[in-house]
Nanobody, 123 residues
Framework: QVQLVESGGGLVQAGGSLRLSCAAS????????MGWFRQAPGKEREFIAA????????YYVPSVKGRFTISKDNVKNTVYLQMNSLKPEDTAVYYC????????????????WGQGTQVTVSP
């Protein structure tokens, strides 16, 4: 069983930055690919980024590519999402998720989920 806990969310002005963290339990963290999702009010959960088991491969949706960076520290059992040049439309609850298959982009393809952390970007 894998437990995921997100942190680092908060309120920031447009153009600012935040760094989200996702701490995972378990000694086999390196065996899991990780993804970041977000869900804004009234919208469905949206995939934004994923990283491979080793952390050597990443994938981003076009709306965040160049602004967000996903990384993975298998020693600290933590996944990060560095968010720069934030926009009001980035406002959402951000979730990390894990699977033992690969770089999936759909919520149903992930087995384990965190509880989410709120990110609010003011104009």
């Amino acid at each position: 069983q894998v437990q995921l806990v997100e942190s680092g969310g908060g309120l920031v002005q447009a153009g600012g930055s935040l760094r989200l963290s996702c701490a995972a339990s378990g000694r086999t963290f390196s065996n899991y690919a990780m993804g970041w999702f977000r869900q804004a009010p009234g919208k469905e959960r949206e995939f934004i980024a994923a990283i491979s088991r080793s952390g050597g491969s990443t994938y981003y949706v076009p709306s965040v590519k160049g602004r967000f960076t996903i990384s993975k520290d298998n020693v600290k059992n933590t996944v990060y999402l560095q968010m720069n040049s934030l926009k009001p439309e980035d406002t959402a609850v951000y979730y990390c998720a894990a699977n033992d298959r690969g770089l999936y982009s759909y919520p149903a393809q992930y087995t384990y989920w965190g509880q989410g952390t709120q990110v609010t970007v003011s104009p």
